[in-house]
């Protein structure tokens, strides 16, 4: 049995970006990379997940960029973006923020308290 969960109809512009660009991110089997643009998507969610909200701005801005982010990481954390967007966050967007700081914790990354 398919079972489709209803979906939020407005999730503002940013998120919708980070939609599409979870649609168009595949997952990769290889272990991810320690590069800069790894490490500061990877800074930039643990200052978000830790309360700061400019930093959401900066993580927006990192996945937005043209930097070669592991399309894992990117998908991970575009998903926990969108879900938590314009509302608070609810059990999918802490699962989703877990698999990204996981992949954080991966490359040695800064992780936030009570992740990964």
């Known amino acids: 049995m398919r079972g489709a969960g209803p979906r939020g109809t407005a999730v503002g512009s940013a ?5 599409a660009m979870v ?21 930039a969610l643990a200052k978000t997940l830790a309360g700061s909200t400019s930093a959401t701005r900066v993580t927006l801005i990192d ?22 967007a314009g509302q608070p966050p609810d059990s999918a967007a802490h699962a989703a923020a877990q698999r990204a700081e996981k992949d954080c914790a991966s490359i040695d990354a800064q992780v936030a308290k009570g992740y990964g």
């Open 63 to 84: 996945l937005e960029s043209n930097a070669p982010i592991s399309r894992l990481l990117r998908r991970d954390v575009a998903s926990y973006l969108a879900r938590a």
């Open 15 to 19: 998120a919708a970006v980070i939609a």
């Open 23 to 43: 649609s168009l991110a595949g997952c990769t089997g290889a272990g991810l990379p320690r590069t800069r643009a790894n490490l500061a998507v990877c800074a």
